[in-house]
């Protein structure tokens, strides 16, 4: 990494074109690291676009500088101009260009030899990157780029509205510092980025009690449909389109519900289905201890992700993704078994 520091350090001049991108439907993560990022390096005098692939949810739209973000879905020959004139392009919090979505990531392919710098912490990284900081051992790509302006010698650059994004970031990748992800060095930059004057108590609010009587409505729908299965100690939810229409589903509106099929005591793993108009069924897996949740996405929902956390989707209908998560969970669990005693 050292070596990598050194000679990206080189290309970070003033004046230089950059362009940092984070993944489709941005979570506290990929957009608290993408504004911290970018207001580094503009105090280092480069001029730096952030570029969200489509809208980010609402919860997060109280984050300093948010208003400054390129949606690329709402401005595509602006965001492609920006993109080809880059020097330089940051993705952050993916390790796949097709976590930007097709269309954004087909374009990205396209680009003339392009100088990609990933910084993530999600496992299997593809070979796009000439500079890749790649760890998924870490909580969060926020605590990476933490890392990385310190790495740079920039840590005393870091003001209060950056560290409000870090910690937005970590601390929602951690599960507010309850996952098995948080390690002591999260923790220090945790008390680094408060001594820098944010207000945590607040940030904990904005993001977990902040909820419109729509999304409660919508909570109370999905846990009324919550299933467990006691022989696989498993939970998951189904939500279809009619539901999310019902109670007026805006983006974010479900974040953190696949939680609570996994806040059951037998319950080792928890999935959330959510049916979307768009972009057929996404699929939100969590577990405990070592059920590796990102290998059953992989293997049958084409996700991946952490251990403890994955996503998927799959083009099927809402019944179809449900039956044949059904179907292969007694092989899946029965495979993996050994890795659970």
Do not use: C
Request: proline share 3%; charged share 25%.
């Amino acid at each position: 990494m050292a070596q990598q520091i050194e000679d990206l350090k080189k290309l970070l001049i003033p004046n230089r074109k950059v362009s940092l991108v984070i993944h489709r439907n941005p979570d506290g993560d990929a957009l608290g690291s993408g504004l911290a990022l970018k207001a580094f390096l503009e105090k280092k005098g480069l001029n730096v676009t952030l570029i969200s692939p489509n809208e980010m949810p609402n919860y997060l739209k109280w984050l300093p500088g948010v208003h400054q973000v390129l949606i690329y879905e709402a401005a595509v020959s602006k965001a492609q101009q920006v993109l080809r004139q880059s020097e330089l392009i940051f993705t952050l919090d993916f390790n796949d260009l097709t976590r930007t979505g097709q269309n954004m990531g087909n374009f990205l392919k396209s680009l003339d030899d392009p100088t990609f710098i990933m910084i993530d912490h999600h496992l299997e990284p593809t070979e796009y990157a000439k500079f890749q900081f790649s760890d998924s051992h870490k909580s969060s790509t926020s605590e990476m780029v933490f890392d990385f302006i310190t790495a740079l010698g920039g840590q005393d650059l870091i003001d209060k509205d950056m560290a409000t994004a870090l910690y937005t970031g970590i601390m929602t990748d951690t599960g507010s510092f309850k996952f098995p992800n948080t390690t002591p060095h999260t923790m220090r930059i945790a008390a680094d980025l408060m001594e820098k004057g944010i207000d945590h108590n607040a940030i904990q609010i904005k993001i977990y009690d902040s909820f419109s009587l729509d999304k409660l409505h919508l909570l109370g729908e999905a846990l009324h449909k919550l299933v467990f299965l006691k022989a696989y100690k498993t939970a998951y939810i189904a939500l279809s389109k009619a539901d999310l229409h019902k109670y007026h589903y805006q983006k974010g509106d479900t974040e953190g519900f696949v939680n609570y099929g996994l806040s059951l005591k037998e319950a080792d793993f928890a999935v959330l289905f959510l049916e979307n108009d768009d972009e057929g069924v996404r699929i939100s897996f969590r577990s405990k201890g070592q059920f590796p949740a990102n290998e059953f996405a992989k293997k049958y929902f084409n996700g991946g992700g952490h251990r403890n956390a994955a996503g998927g989707r799959t083009k099927a209908g809402l019944d179809e993704a449900v039956q044949l998560f059904l179907e292969k969970l007694p092989e899946f669990t029965s495979h993996l078994s050994h890795a659970n005693e």
